[in-house]
């Protein structure tokens, strides 16, 4: 079944001003702080299976030592390898007492003590990931916490943990649905927390198999996007970084307290140059992911500690708003530009990254971020070092494969305004399809959750923090398509809404292709990301899998995948699916003054296979007809 994208809510927390449909100066007075994404420090990367109480004793003396406790890093999360299935006749976890003396409380207990949180780990299926690098250990039977959720949430939870990692090794090798078991998992989380009154951060791990994004928030507080940013015996590398972070990109789905997770942070590990780990802090602070280190803390350089421990790149990843940054421009293949909205008004995270092999000289213009292009203020924030004022953008030179992080303190543009009608506001306006942010005013004696849909894409659980009764706003980043004719509507149990202001971002903008035949919009199924989905025709909603970015005659949706015809093909029927961009001539497409959209290797149509109009008809390429099934109107 189709899942149609990503309701877009990202989470910011600005103020509202009152009006219906008028343009308005947003205010910050009534932020709501939501949770930040985890910080820490997690087992796997550096010492994979071969753990104990020794090992992580000693990182984490060195996490204090080192100062990075006093930065933000609290979590201290031990991975796969310290349990080997075995279970008592009552079916509760044993340990190895001689690797953890005292049992897993003990662990627990020493990390509470140095003002740190435990965290922990397990799979979803029966078994575990398998064979223990670099022990030469087996792998052990039975080390899942399937047919055992609620017993082991509990245990865990008892031993004093605060975090628990639930992997998809075995979920994956039984074909277990990652939807529905992690719902599974989530609710025992949540039935054991009613028990033992302890509260557990669930780590979804299912390396994005069915899309967690549409899913995550609400079930966990973080979901892993993509497979491992590092296997046991590699080194760290500058690709596979900016392959975890591009799988990452989903801003509408990440907001209060709930986040796209990159994996662990390579910074420190061999492979990695200073300048490298600099652009990984970079993206993944931009991002708003969770900051877990994966070096070795006690022997890591003066330098990787002071990447680690940089206050002003940690701000801006724990920004109370709690929102994802967005791709706002590229001007030229390779030379990328990500803002972040930030606490506050007018201030935003910038980072201009050159993926390419020469230096270059980018911009940022404050249009692109939503701001107006009076004079804004611009400070360098690994140099530490404000550039001064300027107005309508900023230029500076970036080497190649490298990053400069900015934050910006300029004027919000105009947003508009609009009351509430219930749970509903209707009738909201978009100069054009793209992203935009829309805060919330609320009032809420107790903390609420509720459902947010927009135009019927893929709806998000939100998040209100208690306000104690007054008016107070939380935020989000949501996908609206040209027009008036926008509805965001909330349902389940939302607190006392006013009113909303939307903020558009106009970096974001791009177009939906609507066909004349159907009146159905190009659309990439569930949101998905991975090369080869074959493009469909659903009914428009304005989501980001239905906003196409015209970029150097590339189709560009998602930030990094293009519209592509299959294997270069030049038959009539070759498949229109989403690849990863290359600049290739596949993927270019010319728009024509009759509304078709032609492919530059075939000069074949973009077309509803066999005329057809239902959802879910798939886009192939066939000869140029003209006929309304290949007539593809922007809105």
């Not at 109480?53 to 979590?75: E, F, N, R």
């Amino acid at each position: 079944m189709k899942l149609r994208h990503g309701l877009s809510a990202l989470l910011l927390i600005a103020g509202i001003v009152p009006g219906v449909g008028v343009a308005a100066a947003s205010t910050a007075a009534a932020d709501v702080a939501v949770p930040a994404p985890a910080m820490g420090w997690a087992s796997w990367n550096t010492f994979a299976a071969k753990i104990d109480y020794p090992t992580i004793k000693a990182q984490a003396d060195a996490l204090v030592s080192a100062g990075l406790k006093d930065a933000g890093y609290s979590y201290v999360n031990i991975d796969e390898g310290w349990w080997q299935g075995t279970r008592d006749s009552s079916g509760n976890i044993t340990v190895d007492t001689a690797e953890w003396p005292g049992g897993m409380s003990a662990i627990a207990d020493y990390l509470h003590s140095k003002g740190l949180k435990a965290g922990i780990y397990t799979d979803a299926g029966r078994d575990g990931c398998g064979y223990y690098f670099p022990t030469g250990r087996p792998a052990a039977p039975g080390s899942g916490s399937e047919g055992h959720y609620l017993q082991d949430m509990l245990q865990f939870q008892r031993w004093g943990f605060d975090f628990v990692k639930v992997d998809w090794c075995g979920g994956d090798a039984e074909g277990l649905d990652p939807k529905s078991t992690y719902q599974a998992i989530s609710d025992a989380n949540k039935a054991a927390t009613a028990q033992t009154g302890r509260a557990l951060t669930l780590s979804i791990c299912d390396w994005g198999r069915k899309n967690p994004w549409n899913w995550g928030a609400g079930t966990g507080a973080m979901w892993r996007t993509s497979n491992d940013i590092i296997f046991f015996g590699q080194t760290a590398n500058l690709g596979q970084v900016l392959t975890n972070f591009d799988q990452a990109q989903h801003p509408v789905s990440q907001h209060t307290g709930y986040v796209n997770d990159p994996d662990m942070l390579t910074v420190g590990m061999p492979g990695l140059t200073d300048a490298q780990a600099r652009t990984e802090m970079s993206l993944w602070s931009v991002s708003g992911a969770p900051l877990l280190a994966g070096n070795n803390l006690a022997t890591m350089s003066a330098a990787t500690k002071a990447i680690l421990a940089n206050r002003e790149v940690i701000a801006v990843d724990q920004d109370p708003r709690g929102l994802q940054g967005v791709k706002v421009a590229e001007d030229a293949t390779g030379l990328q530009v990500y803002s972040k909205v930030l606490s506050g008004t007018g201030k935003r995270a910038v980072v201009l990254l050159n993926r390419t092999s020469s230096a270059a000289a980018m911009t940022v213009r404050w249009a692109d971020l939503g701001l107006t292009p009076a004079s804004a203020h611009v400070r360098n924030v690994w140099g530490a070092t404000d550039a001064g004022d300027f107005a309508t953008g900023y230029s500076v030179n970036v080497p190649a494969g490298d990053s400069v992080l900015l934050t910006v303190q300029g004027t919000d543009a105009a947003s508009a305004s609009y009351p509430a009608n219930g749970s509903r506001f209707t009738g909201i306006t978009a100069a054009a399809t793209g992203l935009a942010v829309a805060t919330f005013s609320y009032s809420a004696t107790t903390a609420q959750t509720a459902t947010l849909a927009v135009n019927g894409q893929q709806p998000t659980v939100l998040t209100f923090p208690a306000t104690g009764g007054t008016t107070k706003t939380v935020s989000a980043v949501v996908s609206l398509g040209k027009g008036n004719a926008n509805t965001l509507a909330f349902s389940g149990t939302p607190p006392q809404l006013s009113a909303v202001a939307v903020l558009p971002l106009p970096g974001s903008t791009g177009v939906q292709l609507a066909g004349v035949q159907s009146g159905r919009c190009v659309d990439v199924d569930d949101n998905g990301i991975t090369n080869g989905i074959q493009a469909q025709l659903w009914d428009c909603a304005a989501g980001p899998n239905q906003t196409w970015v015209p970029v150097r005659g590339q189709l560009v949706v998602n930030g990094t995948k293009c519209l592509d015809a299959y294997d270069s093909g030049t038959t009539n029927g070759t498949s229109v699916v989403v690849w990863d961009c290359n600049g290739q001539r596949n993927q270019q497409w010319t728009p024509n003054t009759d509304g078709t959209i032609t492919n530059a290797v075939s000069g074949l149509c973009l077309d509803a296979s066999g005329a057809a109009t239902a959802n879910g008809t798939k886009i192939i390429l066939w000869t140029c007809g003209g006929g309304a099934n290949q007539q593809w109107p922007r809105r």
